[in-house]
Each structure stands twice: as structure tokens, then as C-alpha cells.
């Protein structure tokens, strides 16, 4: 590439704000160098094309005479004659750049002569350029090139201010390296000899490394922060061609719709829908409404199952609960605008009380309402039922919601973390031809969700399935699984339909709540009749399961003979797969937990906290945002009595024996269970000390 090029590059280079690339130093040393070596080069070209032409002006006056002539013989006009052809020579070397040879045309002289070269004119050579052969200056190449710099210059002011924007903590190593690529590499191609190959590969030089950031920016962001989508360039269009004139219409959201992609919907029993609708409008209307769908759009995104506000007068405490554990967020301070007599936390809450229609001036009554939270769009777009609990407390308010999701994303109990050794045992429980078994679990650990599972799986295509549930809960409609539902709300219990389902005479039964003594009669009646009854429970582990049945005064000798089994899950949170660390664990642990040196090389934890300055450069993992574990597991204990256990029930109702009889049979269910999460490396000790002590 010819030498001037470098010459401008450079002083653009030299007006480059430092501040945009965060090397100010090394790139006005850079800026410097190159541009004294460009304009040593740039005078030197003057130079050679200076003496170029002027040559060319001495050739036209008297060497281009002679150039058709006869060359002279001898005497003082040989001697002439030799001059000027040597002086043609000279010319010719002067006038062809480096490395190519002179230029000479062979015309046959009157007479025999020999031939004598014929030397371009000052026209010839200014034909190749306007100094000269070569192309030292192209009206077209240089003002390419000037426009991919500019281009350059406007990708890095970009990525540096959104970086700033998006608190990038990678913000000046990014920098640093997007200037550096184009610095080397398009030194590099400049270089190239074949222009159209040099210049689209410094054009991608500036616009691939943008578009990886792009890529990767995206990622992680909502919808409406993503850039360069095919409705952000549609509107960026739009709005260039509104400029020049040119009118296109851009659909103008409504206030509600801006922000994050969410949003709500009004729900209620025996409530009509225009009043629904009518909620749906004042909340949208209330000036706190966008800031509670970023709220709940925060939580639903951070995988949170419940969210809590507690209002004071100083501030307004947040707190998410992940995976089974509460975090706290940074609280708010309250701060009344000037003209206002609310801050924006209560704004937010007079708008959630609206959509879900209770007294918005009421801080000390306990309220309650739903609504739906729909998050997501297309085949992405997951819905959420919301309970909303309000109640006043000393300070102020305190605001829970607790978030259900619609649909259930497990489609197996493998996929909710049980081994297939014991998803055989389960399926033969599940598909027995008669008798009751239990599913049960602490509060908040997921048994809605494994009941709903383990109906989907079980055999309800070979045999007629009844499924009895309270008309307040619904759960996910099944194929196969005949719907039967009672209102708790008017005062009615299973017993109230069970009758009229066990007259259609189906092989199994699904009945969720048997907590009353008439309905668990009427079940163990139907036992003898050849029927299974699947029923749940809230307990804390399995034996604790078969007690609470027990507590409600049923005859043990009318009940435990037909209890087939009883299966209880807890719920254990799992590292994160990004940021968890080996070791090696100690022996005294090993022992503890009954295991041997050589059946295990390391346990996985969360990742050792590092001084605060290394700690800020490594930064806070994307995936678990630094908390260290990203989702939950369940870990299962599947019981089965036994004749021997059914007799230690009957004659010695004491639930520590009962443990200790199960154990020695071989079920020894959490325990051994929680040892195959912490050898695969999914949880850690810790965790599961945490599950235990449940």
C-alpha cells in the first residue's frame, strides 16, 4: 500500500478521543510514531514526484526532439548525440518507479540506423496518477478507507459507553483488545498489495469483533434491552427515514408495555370478567404499575419462588426467596418526591393491591388476592399463578407473593433427581392392584409438583384412573385421568364426591387430601375391593407420613395392613456447574458418612471467596449471580412395609424403632441418597447437612 495512506490514517488516528478506548498513553505514543514516520514518507513521494515531472518538463523541451531522428555518425555531433541519449537514459530511470525498467518504444530509423529508445512525456506519466505512477492518491480508495475508520471510531465510542451503561466489569481488557485488533491486524492488511482483498478485510476487522460482543450482550438480557433484534433495526430505520421524510409507522407502545417482557393478567372465582378488566386498567393506570412488573419480573428471572416487601418509614427491605432459601436485596430508602405524599415502593403497592382488587388505603388488615404473571413470549412464554398476602405489622406492611407455575416442567421422576433403581420400586407402587400409598414432603419442597409427576406416569392407559382434587387448587389436566373436583370454599370435602366416583368402579384412585377420618375409611374399605388409592401428605420424612394418618384416630389394625408403601422427597440445592472447586475431603468426613479413602477423589464446593481486589477483577458468576448454587434436586425415601415393620407399628408404635427397622432392612433413604448427589458432585456438604437437620 502506498506510503501517503499511512500519512492520513495516522492523523485521524491522532484526533481519536483518548477516553473512548481506555489506552490513552499507548495510543498517542502510537499516533505519534506513525505519524512522523507517514509524513517523512509523504515528503519524500513529493520529492520523487517533483523531480519526476520536472524532468518530464526538460524531456519535452529537448530530448523528445530527437526522439524520431537519426542518430548522428561522428564528430562533434556523435558527440552530441551520445550526450542526449545518455541523457534519455537518465530520464527513463527518473521518471519509472522503483524496480521496473524504463519505458522505450523501438522505431526503425531511415537508412539502416540503429533503433533508438522513444521516452514517455510529462503526459504519459501523469496518465498513471497525479504524481506519478502507482496511484499515490485515489479518489475512491482513500475516502473507503477514511469511512471504515470512522466506522471503527463509532463501534468503539459504542461499545465503551454501553458498556459503562451495563456496569461491565471486562470494560477496559474489551477496549484495550478491539484496539489492539485493529492497530495489528489492520497494519497487517494495509499492507496487502491487492487492495480489494485488504480493504473487506479491514471493514470485517471492525464490524466482526462488534458483533461477537453483541452476541454475548444479548444473551443474558431481556428482550427489551437487546440490540440490533429485528425490532430494534426496524426502528432504528424508522426513525432514519422519518428524518429525511419519509413516514413510517412504529407502533407506539403503551406506558405498561415498555420495560420488561412481562405481563399481568387478572384472575378471580365467580367474579365477572369486566371487572376483571376494569382492575386490569386502574392498576395500568396507578404510576407505580411499571415498577412492580419489573419487580416481578426480577424475581421470576432469578428463579425466585416467593418475594417479600416490608415497608417502614426509613426504607423498604426486599428479599427473594431461591431455591428454598431467603436472600436479602439491597434495601430501598424511602424518598417522597416534592408534590407527592407516597414514595415509589408504595406506589408500586397501591398498583399490585389494585390488579388483584383489595383496599389500596387499607396498611393494617390482612389482605389476599391472585393474578398471573406471564413471562415470556412465543414457545418461550411461561405463566405463573401469584398469591398476594398483605398484612400490617408494628413498622408498617409487610407484602409477600408466592409464585406456582402453571404447568410443570418435569416430564419423569428421573428429571426431578431420583435414580432409576428406585424409580423401578416407585413404578411398581404406582401400578399395584390394590392398597394406598403415600407421597409426602415438607412444606415447600415440591410435592405438588412430584404428585402431578408421578400421575403422569403411571399406568393410566391400561385401567380406568380418578383423580379427586379441590376446585380452589387445580392442578395440571391429564390424559386418561378422569377429573373429579370439589369446592372447599362451600364448605365441601372429598367424601362429598368420592361416593359418586367409586360408582363408576375405576381401578385407581388419585385422592390428594385423606386428612379426614370418614374419607380414610371409606379408602381402606375400598382396598378390599380391589382399588389403589394414591393420596399425599405433609410430613418431614416418611415414617412421620404414616403417624399423621394415624392421628386421625383410625383404627391402626384398619389401616396399616393396607398401606403399601410411603415415598418422601426433600428438596437440595445443586452447585453451580460454572463455578464450583474440587477437593479432596478430610477422612474424619469419609468416615462419618461411611465411606472409604479410595471410593472418592474429591467433593465439589462453592467457589473460596479470594481477597476483595482479586475478588472484584474475577467478578460475580453470570449463572448463579454469586450465590453458588443454581437450582434444586430432589432427594428421595422410598419405604415399603414390610410384614415385620407392620407388626412393630401395630405393637410398638414408637417412630424411632420404626427407623431403625427400616434401616435394618436396608432402606435407608436420604442418607444414601444425599452420598450419590455428593460423589457426583452436584451439592455439597454443607447443603446437605442443611437437608438433614429438616
Known amino acids: 500500500m502506498p506510503n501517503i495512506y499511512r500519512s492520513f490514517i495516522s492523523a485521524f488516528c491522532f484526533l481519536l478521543p483518548f477516553r473512548l478506548l481506555n489506552a490513552g498513553r499507548l495510543f498517542f505514543l502510537l499516533s505519534i510514531l506513525l505519524l512522523i514516520s507517514g509524513g517523512v514518507t509523504f515528503a519524500q513521494t513529493l520529492m520523487d514526484t517533483g523531480t519526476a515531472m520536472s524532468i518530464g518538463t526538460d524531456m519535452d523541451a529537448g530530448g523528445a526532439q530527437s526522439a524520431n531522428k537519426p542518430a548522428p555518425r561522428g564528430g562533434a555531433v556523435g558527440k552530441l548525440g551520445e550526450a542526449a541519449a545518455q541523457r534519455n537514459a537518465e530520464i527513463n530511470n527518473a521518471a519509472a518507479p522503483a524496480g521496473e525498467a524504463p519505458v522505450a518504444e523501438n522505431d526503425a530509423v531511415a537508412g539502416g540506423n540503429a533503433a533508438v529508445p522513444v521516452q ?29 475508520f470512522l466506522i471503527w471510531v463509532g463501534c468503539a465510542s459504542w461499545m465503551n459507553s454501553d458498556q459503562e451503561r451495563l456496569k461491565k466489569e471486562s470494560r477496559e481488557a474489551l477496549n484495550f483488545l478491539y484496539l489492539m485488533l485493529y492497530t495489528v491486524l489492520g497494519t497487517i492488511f494495509f499492507f496487502v ?14 464490524i466482526v469483533p462488534v458483533m461477537i460482543y453483541v452476541v454475548k450482550r444479548n444473551k443474558p438480557l431481556p428482550p427489551h434491552e437487546k440490540v440490533l433484534t429485528g425490532e430494534h433495526l426496524f426502528y432504528l430505520y424508522a426513525v432514519a427515514m422519518n428524518k429525511i421524510g419519509v413516514k413510517i409507522k412504529v407502533k407506539k407502545r403503551q406506558t405498561y408495555e415498555s420495560g420488561p417482557s412481562i405481563e399481568m393478567e387478572t384472575i378471580g372465582k365467580n367474579i365477572d370478567p369486566k371487572i376483571l378488566q376494569g382492575r386490569l386498567i386502574v392498576a395500568r393506570n396507578a404510576p407505580g404499575y411499571n415498577l412492580f412488573r419489573e419487580s416481578v419480573y426480577d424475581a421470576l428471572t432469578s428463579n425466585a419462588t416467593s418475594m417479600m416487601f416490608d415497608f417502614s418509614p426509613e426504607r423498604t427491605a426486599i428479599r427473594h426467596q431461591v431455591d428454598g432459601v431467603w436472600l436479602d436485596l439491597a434495601p430501598i430508602p424511602r424518598v417522597i418526591d416534592k408534590g407527592k405524599n407516597k414514595d415509589t415502593m408504595e406506589e408500586m403497592l397501591e398498583s399490585a393491591k389494585l390488579l388483584v382488587g383489595v383496599n389500596p388505603n387499607d396498611r393494617r388488615s390482612r389482605q389476599t388476592g391472585i393474578f398471573v404473571a406471564v413471562l ?6 411461561r405463566k405463573y399463578e401469584a398469591e398476594f398476602i398483605s398484612q400490617g405489622t408494628k413498622t408498617g406492611e409487610a407484602v409477600m407473593i408466592q409464585f406456582t407455575a402453571s404447568k410443570v416442567p418435569f416430564k419423569n421422576p428421573i428429571e426431578l433427581g431420583m435414580r432409576p433403581e428406585v424409580q423401578t420400586k416407585l413404578m411398581e407402587q404406582l401400578n399395584a392392584h390394590q392398597g394406598i400409598f403415600v407421597v409426602s414432603a415438607p412444606l415447600a419442597n415440591g410435592l405438588r409438583s412430584s404428585m402431578d409427576v408421578f400421575a403422569r406416569v403411571c399406568d393410566r392407559f391400561t385401567r380406568d384412573v380418578v383423580n379427586i382434587e379441590d376446585a380452589a387448587s387445580p392442578t395440571e389436566v391429564i390424559e386418561n385421568v378422569v377429573l373429579t373436583r370439589y369446592d372447599s370454599s362451600k364448605g365441601e370435602t372429598p367424601i362429598t364426591v368420592l361416593p359418586d366416583a367409586l360408582f363408576k368402579e375405576p381401578h385407581a384412585l388419585i385422592v390428594r387430601d385423606m386428612s379426614s377420618l370418614e374419607t380414610l375409611q371409606l379408602c381402606c374399605k375400598e382396598v378390599d375391593m380391589h382399588r389403589l388409592f394414591i393420596t399425599t401428605v405433609r410430613a418431614k420424612d416418611g415414617v412421620e ?16 395392613p393396607r398401606l403399601n408403601g410411603v415415598i418422601n422427597q426433600r428438596l437440595i440445592r445443586k452447585l453451580c456447574p460454572a463455578c464450583k472447586e474440587p477437593y479432596q475431603p478430610a477422612p474424619q468426613l469419609l468416615q462419618q458418612l461411611g465411606l472409604r479413602p479410595d471410593q472418592v477423589k474429591e467433593f465439589y464446593r462453592t467457589r473460596t471467596p479470594l481477597p476483595e481486589s482479586e ?13 453458588g448454587y443454581r437450582g434444586r434436586t430432589a432427594l428421595f425415601e422410598l419405604l415399603i412395609l414390610t410384614d415385620s415393620v407392620r407388626e412393630l407399628i401395630l405393637s410398638n408404635p414408637n417412630p424411632a424403632l420404626i427407623r431403625q427397622q427400616f434401616t435394618k432392612e436396608g432402606q435407608t433413604g436420604f442418607l444414601y441418597e444425599g452420598i450419590h448427589l455428593l460423589i457426583r458432585g452436584e451439592t455439597t456438604v454443607e447443603e446437605f447437612s442443611r437437608i438433614m437437620k429438616m
Not at 498489495?193 to 471492525?206: D, N, Q, Y
Not at 415470556?376 to 412464554?381: C, H, N, R, T
Not at 475478588?615 to 450465590?627: L, Q, V
Open 120 to 148: 514517455k512525456t510529462r503526459g504519459d506519466i501523469l496518465k498513471d496518477g497525479w504524481w506519478g505512477p502507482g496511484g499515490y492518491i485515489s479518489l475512491i480508495k482513500l475516502p473507503l478507507y477514511i469511512f471504515v
Open 193 to 206: 498489495p491487492i487492495f480489494w482483498v485488504a480493504f473487506p478485510a479491514t471493514f470485517l476487522l471492525c
Open 376 to 381: 415470556g413470549g412465543g414457545k418461550k412464554k
Open 545 to 560: 407420613a404414616i403417624f399423621r394418618f394415624l392421628a386421625t384416630k383410625i383404627p391402626p389394625q384398619q389401616f396399616i
Open 615 to 627: 475478588e472484584r477483577k474475577r467478578g460475580i458468576c453470570p449463572n448463579c449471580n454469586g450465590i
